[in-house]
């Protein structure tokens, strides 16, 4: 037995959410001690998730919600425009370079002659 799950925690289940099927299951990588919580959606066949560590009280009820936020989240994410790698201007949190100061006696375009 796992000691990051408790005894009475279900390992392997299915839902469906809003038409879509979650089939979840909790693996272990080889190489890693912790356990995960992996699932499938019947929308998205191409791939599987693995969004949180299993812990010692987790049971279907609270497991659920938290599949079906993760998996929502990413589908506003996917949705989104995606945001410019290199952009003109300023970095965010930089100064802006000061502007120069218009001379007294300098004309404007306003009031020239």
């Known amino acids: 037995m796992d000691r990051a799950l408790g005894q009475d925690v279900v390992r392997e289940f299915a839902f469906v959410n809003e038409g879509r099927t979650f089939t979840c299951c909790v693996e272990k990588q080889p190489s890693r001690p912790e356990a995960w919580w992996w699932f499938r959606v019947s929308t998205d066949e191409r791939a599987r998730y693995a969004p949180f560590r299993t812990t010692a009280d987790d049971t279907r009820e609270s497991v659920e919600p938290r599949i079906v936020q993760f998996y929502d989240e990413l589908l506003v994410r996917r949705a989104a425009p995606p945001r410019p ?29």
């Open 85 to 113: 790698m290199w952009r003109r201007g300023a970095q965010p949190g930089s100064q802006p370079p000061a502007a120069a100061l218009p001379a007294t006696d300098a004309p404007t375009a306003g009031n020239a002659g």
